[in-house]
């Protein structure tokens, strides 16, 4: 199973591995400029597995860059809220 088959399970992944970047020093403009980066490898190179990600490469889809950065931070933000509860 992929940590793309369930939306929960993608979200944990990117919070360790957001976790870990911020322990190994990345600042906040690195992390989002990386997230835009994977945002556009995921849009270009991987097929949704489910509803939630059918939504984030439709709306990548028909966003400009700054969009782009938009979203991307965004899930940066979803995954920091969910580990702080």
Do not use: C
């Not at 911020?22 to 949704?48: C, F, K, Q, W």
């Not at 059918?54 to 889809?61: E, I, M, S, T, Y």
Request: glycine share 6%; charged share 25%.
């Amino acid at each position: 199973m992929s940590v793309l088959d369930n939306f929960g399970q993608w979200k944990n992944f990117l919070a360790e591995r957001l976790n870990h970047a911020e322990h190994e020093g990345m600042n906040h403009d690195t992390i989002s400029n990386l997230a835009t980066e994977i945002g556009g490898y995921l849009a270009n190179h991987v097929e949704p597995k489910n509803e939630e990600e059918k939504v984030l490469a439709d709306l990548w889809k028909v966003a400009d860059e700054n969009e782009k950065h938009a979203i991307a931070n965004m899930m940066v933000k979803l995954v920091q809220n969910d580990g702080s509860r």
